[in-house]
């Protein structure tokens, strides 16, 4: 064999980046609705709305459990405002199978606690307990917005939505002056700013000559939203960045933004199936919650509400539920950990994946001894691939990091537990679960295409 030929055995990673001008506008283009999406939709409530809102304009209609379909009904159903699951009626019946993309929509942020007002020394605070992994030190000194609902005690709701608007007022985490954090830097940063530490400022002025910036804060949020401080104990506040998605480079191509992690894979799956025409399998869609915390309760994809989604689908085309279980497959799209060379000790650049190379498909994540993960079969690696090399959709392998360095989880695991064959798949992203995540405008796209071709197989 010559060597020429010999290096043709050799797999190369392939690249994300277009060559083609017309092609390099469809990322531009794409990128742009992404940005809208992220910009607009910062919780999991928020691309519910934006999900639905995009899908019903595409005729989607809602979905009855049950209600009666045939093939070309698009159809979207949305769990408790917190979850939400699109579906297409393929040619073919349900019981040759579907296919699925799950991702999620909740990111890392901070929750305010169910009493969280209270004032300490001329200052008006939230409490707040952190939702997801997150460095707790990157919270500090960053604008925050509050986001959620709040249910008066008759049981009127009232929507807060403060600090996109640039008009808006922010809120805001203090952080100890260096000048003397000399015992605060002594300590790891896993203990520096502790989970009791991060404190919402809310406002600074008191109510009247005898003070009470508490009561001042309060006063305010009756007038402005007819509510009490006994109301915010049934509600559902949360702060995230304000920070809006950026370019990043001379050369424009990354995107830095707070919750890529994972709407960043929720948004191309969304894209896919509304852009769509009729499939063959049906295609189904499911945007979860609670993923960040292990995918439990009634809207996380641990709960029976997704497979019974599938199910009620079967049955409203009087198709076999078991059989279609049998023959789906489900891409798990959430975002992989890219190569960063500025850490380069907690990866092993051989099996790791990087920005501008493609969709990340990772055959198992866990930690340690693969606990806690879906492996996914070397047969299932094998259909996914092919269609996505069928399509010329750039993709590569790799783990999170280094064997004994930690590890993750995705929703592949409760995929499989309904017995249904799953990949995990999605896009590298550099600094996960930080206050601004980064990744590459062209491995984004190939998301959209990965997610495009794997609903058309
Ligand atoms: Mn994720
Ligand atoms: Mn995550």
């Not at 283009?29 to 019903?56: C, L, P, Q, S, W």
């Not at 990157?138 to 986001?147: G, I, K, N, R, S």
């Not at 009634?298 to 989604?309: A, I, K, R």
């Amino acid at each position: 064999m010559e060597r020429k030929e010999a290096e043709k055995l050799e797999y190369k990673k392939p690249c994300s980046v277009p060559k083609d001008t017309a092609e390099l506008l469809k990322v531009e283009e794409f990128i742009k609705d992404y940005r809208h999406f992220i910009d607009n939709a910062k919780t999991e409530r928020g691309a519910v709305n934006y999900a639905e809102g995009e899908a019903v304009a595409k005729g989607f209609r809602p979905y009855t459990l049950g209600e009666p379909l045939k093939t070309g009904d698009k159809i979207c159903y949305v769990n408790r405002e917190k979850s939400v699951m699109l579906a297409v009626i393929g040619k073919k019946p349900l019981s040759e199978g579907c296919r699925i993309i799950a991702s999620h929509i909740d990111n890392p942020r901070l929750d305010l606690k169910p009493q969280p007002l209270y004032e300490n020394s001329g200052i008006a605070y939230f409490k707040t307990h952190y939702y997801g992994g997150i460095k707790k030190y990157q919270w500090t000194a960053v604008p925050l917005e509050l986001h959620g609902v709040v249910y008066r005690a008759d049981g009127t709701r009232v929507d807060i939505n403060i600090g996109a608007d640039p008009q808006d007022p922010v809120f805001y985490i203090s952080d100890l002056m260096p000048h003397i954090g000399k015992d605060q830097m002594s300590k790891s940063a896993s203990e520096f700013i502790s989970g009791e530490g991060l404190n919402i400022i809310n406002g600074s002025l008191p109510f009247d000559e005898d003070g009470g910036v508490k009561l001042k804060v309060l006063s305010i949020l009756n007038e402005k939203y007819g509510i009490t401080e006994r109301d915010l104990i049934t509600s559902e506040l949360t702060a995230v960045p304000a920070i809006m998605s950026r370019e990043v480079g001379f050369d424009r191509s990354l995107i830095a933004a707070y919750g890529h992690d994972d709407r960043i894979c929720a948004y191309p799956s969304l894209r896919a199936i509304i852009d769509g025409d009729i499939p063959e399998h049906t295609s189904v869609i499911m945007l979860a919650d609670k993923e960040e915390i292990g995918s439990y309760g009634v809207t996380g994809l641990g709960s029976e509400s997704y497979p019974d989604f599938i199910r009620a689908l079967c049955e409203s085309t009087g198709e076999s539920y078991l059989a279609c279980k049998k023959a789906s497959i489900c891409l798990s799209a959430d975002v992989g950990g890219a190569y960063d060379p500025c850490y380069a000790e907690a990866y092993e650049a051989s099996n790791s994946v990087y920005l501008n190379r493609g969709v990340a498909i990772s055959k198992y994540t866990g930690s340690r001894g693969k606990g806690g993960c879906s492996d996914a079969s070397a047969e299932t690696l094998s259909k996914v691939t092919q269609i996505f090399d069928k399509a010329g959709v750039a993709w590569q392998v790799g783990e999170y990091g280094k064997v004994d360095q930690g590890g993750a989880g995705t929703v592949a695991s409760e995929i499989a537990h309904y017995g249904i064959e799953v990949v995990d798949c999605g896009v590298p992203i550099l600094s996960m679960h930080s206050v601004t995540e980064l990744a590459s405008k062209y491995d984004i796209y190939e998301m959209y295409k990965a997610s495009v071709a794997f609903l058309n197989s």
